[in-house]
């Protein structure tokens, strides 16, 4: 097994997680089988309980992983499906290895980070980079692991031994060190400043690991003295200093690294010159280019809770992307907080509810992604009305879809108190209610996570000619509430129609209403599963039925064409 690490130096938030995708799709293209391992040293377990304004999104792998949102990152750039052991924490490393001491596994000894917890840690990533997670038999070629972090973080301590113990014992043609760096500029005097990269691979080494090439992130190119200075005082060779500039999307990151023979120098650090062949990278020249070049968009309104921070949402974003590429669009998103489309809103800001409302008026489709806890759910609740009677698409994930069951219970069939007892455990009309089998004690990987399949009532419905007319749908779920079974019988009724359910038929999963021309909500998180070149069905039909095309795209579908 060959290793490729990627550590960050300086400050956090560079760009670690799509530098270590990009080198895993540059390698590949040259026809290397890859895997990938992130390490994050915090103390929790898993990001399952963290919130989304602290960490980003909690991403949902198909065995009921709840990781990082770079495992997203890795799924969506190198089209491979990951497990929960590519995440290692902290917590897991120390959670295994006080279940061994109890165990008695250490008896005798007295239990130390050193060689105990490093032990774990480079036992964890040799068994999970063996295991296949691209489809095929047998381990990968090439591992790649990030290193969450800076370089210095007392958390990160541990994993840098470990990793150095690991570089040792693999040997150095199976090693290669991509460190991560920032190289600012001063505003007054225009220099791009070396000193901070010099400061942090001078830690690094005295920690005991050198790394080969230097990942310079940095608003405009290097200049050559730059990158003189940094090979001087780094002692990487000049050849070995990538410069990943800001660019127009993520996507040309690959052909940046590319286009500076990153690959041979990785290969050549590696000895897998000879096994590898020149990167093939048209498709995704192709799909950086298409991108750049699109000038229509499309007006998206998505109604959450955690808007102020992108990244709580970043998979929605991603998959309403490679849904809005499909159809040569660009995705406008406007992000509205669901709170500020409220009714206090007006009465303490008038200004936001105004805004909020008619930002709403003017999309083309509705968003309302998940979210847990009771903070806006009146304004995702006035969204869906919104929606619903205007015709206007509408897409509820989640959450989403609990709030359009709540929204017809009121509107429609006039249950005023109709409500989640996620909200409200007091409500005498719960259409939305606690999962039988949920923990009310324990909150972490308590949930129902993973991928599920989902059985189609009917083929006659939106949602299963989007998949093809399958019979049924593998996606993943992150949910502790659902709709109540015992109020179906009257919301289909009254037209609200749950075209499918769990394998039980007695969890239900879509929802769509009949007499609007595309009113979705589902159970699972669609977003998870999208990729660049094959987007999310459910997301397709969102930004089809927003721009009009919805009926030609499924009548070209049924026809076989």
């Not at 509107?411 to 259409?431: I, M």
């Not at 006659?460 to 502790?480: A, F, M, P, W």
Request: aromatic content about 6%; some cysteine.
């Amino acid at each position: 097994m060959k290793y490729v690490l990627v550590t960050g130096g300086v400050v956090s938030g560079l760009g670690k997680g799509v530098t270590a995708s990009s080198i895993g799709v540059v390698l590949k293209a040259c026809g290397l089988r890859i895997t990938s391992i992130k390490i994050d040293p915090y103390l929790n377990t898993d990001a399952g309980t963290m919130s989304p304004f602290e960490h980003g999104e909690v991403f949902v792998l198909d065995d009921g992983g709840e990781v990082d949102l770079d495992l997203g990152n890795y799924e969506r750039f190198l089209d491979v499906t990951l497990t929960r052991n590519n995440n290692i924490t902290t917590g897991k490393i120390y959670q295994s290895v006080l279940e061994k001491e109890r165990r008695g596994d250490y008896l005798g000894k007295t239990v130390q980070v050193v060689p105990h917890i490093t032990d774990a840690i480079k036992n964890w990533i040799e068994s999970v980079a063996v295991i296949p997670v691209d489809g095929k038999e047998g381990p990968a070629e090439v591992c790649v692991i990030e290193l969450g972090g800076t370089v210095g973080d007392i958390e990160s301590m541990p994993f840098i031994e470990a990793l150095r113990q690991l570089s040792f014992s693999v040997g150095q043609d199976n090693f290669c060190l991509v460190h991560v760096s920032l190289i600012p500029v001063l505003g007054v005097v225009g220099e791009q400043k070396t000193k901070p990269t010099q400061h942090s691979v001078r830690e690094l080494r005295a920690l005991g690991l050198t790394p080969h090439l230097l990942a310079c992130r940095s608003a405009q190119p290097l200049l050559e003295n730059t990158k003189e200075k940094l090979s001087q005082f780094c002692h990487v060779p000049a050849g070995n200093i990538l410069n990943i500039h800001d660019v127009p999307n993520i996507w040309h990151v690959p052909l940046l690294l590319r286009n500076q023979n990153a690959h041979l120098s990785i290969l050549k650090q590696l000895n897998l010159l000879d096994d590898a062949a020149t990167p093939a990278l048209q498709d995704w020249t192709r799909m950086a280019e298409t991108f750049d070049n699109l000038t229509e968009s499309v007006r998206i309104a998505l109604v959450g809770k955690y808007v102020g921070l992108s990244d709580s949402y970043l998979s929605v974003v991603k998959a309403l992307l490679h849904a809005c590429i499909a159809c040569s669009l660009k995705p406008s998103i406007d992000w509205i907080a669901a709170s500020d489309l409220e009714d206090d809103s007006a009465r303490l800001t008038p200004e936001a509810h105004a805004t909020a409302w008619e930002t709403l008026r003017n999309a083309a489709c509705v968003l309302v992604p998940g979210g847990f806890g009771d903070r806006g759910v009146t304004g995702m609740i006035l969204a869906a009305k919104y929606a619903r009677e205007n015709k206007v698409p509408y897409l509820g994930i989640c959450l989403g879809m609990q709030i359009s069951v709540i929204e017809f219970a009121r509107s429609v069939l006039g249950l005023e108190r109709a409500n989640s007892n996620e909200f409200d455990n007091e409500t005498p009309n719960p259409v939305v209610i606690f999962m039988p089998e949920g923990s009310r004690t324990h909150m972490g990987n308590t949930m129902r996570l993973g991928s599920r399949k989902t059985l189609f009532q009917t083929p006659d419905c939106i949602t299963s000619k989007l998949y093809q007319n399958s019979e049924y749908v593998e996606e993943r779920h992150r949910h502790r509430y659902e709709v109540n079974p015992e109020f179906i019988g009257i919301l289909e009724e009254s037209g609200l129609k749950f075209f499918g359910r769990d394998e039980s038929g007695n969890r239900m999963e879509i929802l769509e209403l009949p007499t609007h021309p595309f009113y979705v909500g589902v159970q699972f998180h669609p977003e998870f599963k999208s990729r660049p070149a094959r987007p999310s069905a459910l997301f397709l039909g969102l930004i089809l039925a927003a721009t009009g095309l919805l009926e030609a795209y499924l009548g070209r579908h049924q026809n076989g064409s």
